[in-house]
């Protein structure tokens, strides 16, 4: 066995990869330890979702592994510095969901501003409804100058939005801000002049609690919050105070931890906090994209002579990319079969 599947590709993706190599695609693993440590003997490249965490007892039982992949982001499920000991790549699919987190915090901010709309849907008579805002003519401020923000700014702008900007890690005069027309301020002028708030920030272990109680002090009144980032971020006492006090009027945040608004939680049962499980990267465009990708990047390193010698197929630059295709429809609003194509073309 060559590549073992516990997360699925697209059936386009996984009939090229067949062609190629012996894949043995087995998700019942997923909650399986003790078989997926015995399946690991004889794989060379294994696809995981991602609660199934690579340690060093894992990477012990799969002495010909090169490579770990996975669909998804995420830094805490794999053990790093235990592969770069062994010398197994880890590859994520990092482009491949940009596009639809950014669109999912569109939809976020347009769902809050209109808060009502779930009412008037429900049935409810007009006075009951509560009255909405639009986008336009309001600031929006970034937190984070994560990829997902460079494709959300320009949305944001084409909407008559007022952007500004921070991240710890992004100079205040780097060329950067100017790219992306994002007014750069420091993190309290943030706070203090947006009407809502974007949090797409890269996650690292000394950011743990980083929004605080102190921090949270410089809400504008009636804030509101939408995010993709790791809900560590958060210090959930401050958070929960914020939510009741009314210096955030709502908060939706995609893929928090699950001990985050658990029972025993400060946060369990705040009616105005609405997380949501990944559905930020949940769409049929973003899997293709994250697929074919991974089908490529195994190959590569199964097979480098191969994949070199293949027309064409080193270069996957148009499933890869933040962007757009040179020529055809945006990904978006393209099918599975267009994408289809394009791979096809790409091994012609």
């Not at 399986?32 to 294994?46: F, I, Q």
């Not at 500004?164 to 992306?180: C, F, I, M, R, S």
């Not at 002049?193 to 809400?219: P, T």
């Not at 197929?313 to 945006?330: I, K, Q, R, V, W």
Request: proline share 7%; glycine share 6%.
């Amino acid at each position: 066995m060559d590549v073992l599947l516990v997360d699925p590709l697209v059936p386009e993706a996984l009939a090229w990869l067949q062609e190629r190599h012996d894949v043995v695609y087995l998700p019942e693993l997923a909650d399986d330890p003790a078989e997926l440590r015995r399946a690991l003997a004889d794989a060379r490249a294994v696809v995981l979702p991602p609660h199934v965490v690579v340690s060093q007892e894992f990477l012990d039982h799969a002495p010909n592994l090169m490579m770990v992949a996975r669909m998804q982001i995420s830094s805490d499920n794999t053990d790093l510095n235990a592969c770069a000991q062994r010398h197994v790549r880890v590859l994520q699919a990092r482009s491949a969901t940009v596009r639809s987190n950014a669109e999912y915090l569109l939809y976020g901010l347009l769902m809050l501003y209109r808060r009502g709309m779930v009412s008037a849907l429900l049935g409810r008579k007009l006075g009951q409804v509560r009255m909405g805002r639009e986008l336009a003519g309001s600031t929006v401020g970034l937190l984070g100058l994560a990829p997902v923000a460079h494709t959300l700014a320009p949305m944001l702008r084409s909407l008559g939005v007022r952007v500004l900007g921070y991240d710890p890690a992004v100079h205040h005069a780097a060329e950067l801000w100017d790219k992306l027309h994002v007014e750069p301020v420091p993190l309290q002028e943030l706070l203090e002049r947006s009407d809502a708030i974007s949090l797409q920030m890269v996650y690292a272990s000394r950011f743990k609690g980083w929004i605080n109680e102190r921090l949270l002090n410089h809400c504008k009144t009636g804030q509101l919050w939408v995010g993709v980032s790791r809900s560590a971020l958060f210090e959930p006492e401050a958070l929960a105070l914020a939510l009741c006090d009314g210096r955030i009027d709502a908060c939706l945040l995609d893929g928090a931890n699950a001990q985050f608004a658990a029972p025993g939680s400060p946060l369990y049962g705040i009616p105005n906090l609405h997380l949501t499980p990944r559905l930020g990267s949940h769409t049929r465009e973003a899997k293709l994209r994250a697929s074919w990708y991974l089908a490529h990047r195994i190959h590569e390193t199964l097979s480098p002579d191969d994949a070199r010698r293949e027309p064409g197929s080193s270069d996957f630059a148009m499933l890869d990319s933040l962007g757009f295709p040179e020529s055809g429809d945006p990904p978006q609003s393209a099918s599975p079969s267009q994408w289809a194509s394009l791979a096809a073309l790409s091994r012609d």
